[in-house]
């Protein structure tokens, strides 16, 4: 689940405490967040903020030192257990409200993942003013990613995610990559990995609210996002203020297996792009009708099956084209259906067997990414994060029989979404058991009901388990995000009321796709 793909617009914008209960607000204290003790000398550091720029080719810290952003590192345990022991970093910042006199306090907010990068979503201050002048807007790269103590996997690839292909071989193939994968995080980290859970980051969360001097935190997050501030409100309830969570995931499904659900999603969500594209058949020859385009993806797929599709310099196999698809089904907007188009257009030729030597940006990029590893390190933390929340079957046969259950109903993503993952190799299992939500704490959750990444009935899911949640639902929206990123008036509205009033609405709530774009309360 990437939030990096949640919007242009918005992305230019584990050993703890053994025995403790896992769900319910009596966890907090437990936790150590009492203010005394051991766990006190972290919550009343002093901050040391300084410029967020580390070097010359720095984009991200030279865009927030230009929006007058400070950053900082706040120290907290690797291991909460043992408070006295190793020590961590890790890295936030921090644009203040725009207009004192109406400050309500701090919002820290995270882009998903797991494993997003956060500092630079201080910015976001740009899309949503009314909300910058009454919050300091905290980003926060979360333990093990970007500049928190970060996690270093030897990949060559920037994603575990694969199809397993038709065969029995095609999937001892995916077998054999991600145990490969499972060592190249051990390598440098053993260390580390039993820490990445999303239960420390949110303990690390309250940390830093109390290092702010803060008494409540309000909280915006997207995608992966949700999951944490759900961990979040289940242990330290009482320090949540304001809470949005956009593009919510089941918290039942979350874990290794975060896809396994997906296939019905993306498949409807692929043929709406097609009916898009049927209609500008005329520039991208892809068919004149949804079937027709259907038919053409069908072929490309098939066509990497039988031989790898020369694209470039790369080759690609039943393995990638699933994957190549999904990622970008993240957003409806016209200009990212083009984009898509243009790249089925490239495939479907490399499948007729035409050299293929221009290559859209977009597309390689995600190739060289892909094949390479030279793009973000996102899903290689994101990996260790889900191994140590969730434990992963390790018996082979679990995923091979799914992936066969399901291959008629759900023929080109189900043998992606129900693939094996690192974490079936993992070297270290949670010591904690994953986090049961269930929870009164007032807050908003929004998402789109054609979302192909987080589905919408798992959306739905988050809303029954959080009983002090209202729900926005996005309709006839087949994207990822939907606050700033859909650009509809009716769910920033929604928002923003929230945020800057404190008003949930009374019930359930749905915007249509087709409002009017969103003007900037």
């Not at 009708?289 to 072929?299: F, H, I, K, S, Y």
């Not at 994060?385 to 082979?396: E, G, V």
């Not at 029989?401 to 979404?417: D, K, N, V």
């Not at 979302?451 to 729900?471: F, I, K, N």
Request: aromatic content about 6%; some cysteine.
């Amino acid at each position: 689940m990437r939030a990096r793909k949640i919007a242009t617009a918005v992305a230019t914008s584990a050993t703890l405490l053994a025995g403790m209960a896992v769900t319910g607000q009596a966890s907090a204290s437990v936790a150590g967040d009492a203010g005394t003790g051991v766990l006190a000398r972290f919550q009343h550091q002093m901050i040391n903020w300084h410029g967020c720029k580390t070097g010359p080719n720095d984009e991200t810290g030279e865009e927030l030192d230009a929006a007058g952003a400070q950053c900082a590192e706040i120290t907290v345990p690797l291991d909460y257990r043992r408070r006295q022991g190793r020590t961590i970093s890790v890295a936030i910042s921090r644009i203040k409200a725009t207009d004192p006199a109406k400050r309500r306090g701090v919002m820290l907010i995270n882009p998903g993942g797991p494993g997003g990068r956060g500092l630079q979503r201080a910015l976001l201050g740009t899309f949503m003013p009314a909300v910058a002048a009454r919050y300091d807007l905290i980003g926060m790269d979360p333990r093990f990613v970007g500049r928190s103590t970060p996690i270093h996997c030897r990949w060559t690839t920037d994603t575990p995610t694969r199809s397993a292909g038709p065969t029995r071989r095609t999937f001892n193939e995916s077998v054999v990559l991600m145990k490969k994968l499972a060592v190249g995080c051990v390598q440098g980290n053993r260390g580390l990995l039993p820490y990445a859970s999303t239960r420390n980051t949110a303990r690390d969360m309250d940390v830093i609210r109390a290092a702010l001097g803060e008494p409540k935190l309000s909280y915006l997050g997207y995608s992966y996002g949700t999951y944490l501030g759900a961990v979040y409100t289940q242990m330290f309830g009482g320090r949540a203020d304001r809470v949005v969570l956009d593009s919510a995931v089941d918290p039942d499904v979350y874990g290794p297996d975060l896809l396994s659900e997906n296939g019905p999603a993306i498949t409807a969500a692929l043929k709406h792009w097609a009916s898009w594209a049927a209609a500008h058949d005329a520039e991208y020859g892809l068919g004149a009708t949804e079937a027709e385009v259907l038919a053409t993806v069908e072929r490309v797929n098939q066509a990497a099956t039988r031989r790898p599709l020369r694209v470039g310099g790369y080759r690609i196999d039943a393995h990638h084209v699933p994957y190549l698809l999904f990622i970008r089904l993240y957003d409806d907007s016209a200009r990212a259906y083009a984009g898509f188009a243009a790249e089925v257009r490239v495939l479907a030729d490399a499948a007729r067997g035409e050299a293929v030597t221009t290559v859209p940006a977009s597309l390689k990029e995600t190739l060289d990414g892909l094949f390479t590893g030279s793009g973000t390190a996102e899903d290689r933390a994101g990996t260790s994060i889900l191994c140590a929340d969730r434990a992963a079957s390790r018996d082979l046969e679990t995923y091979f029989r799914a992936i066969q259950a399901h291959r008629a109903g759900e023929p080109l993503f189900g043998p992606m979404t129900r693939n094996i993952s690192p974490c079936a190799f993992w070297p270290t299992t949670p010591v904690e058991a994953p986090t049961v939500i269930g929870n009164d704490t007032p807050m908003l959750i929004v998402g789109a009901d054609g979302d192909p990444v987080t589905p919408h009935p798992g959306q739905r899911a988050m809303h029954r388990a959080l009983t002090g949640s209202r729900m926005v639902t996005l309709r006839g929206a087949f994207r990822h995000g939907a606050y700033l990123a859909a650009g509809n008036a009716c769910v920033d509205a929604t928002v923003n009321r929230y945020l800057v009033d404190g008003i949930l609405p009374d019930g359930a709530t749905t915007c249509d796709k087709d409002s009017a774009p969103a003007g900037r309360r």
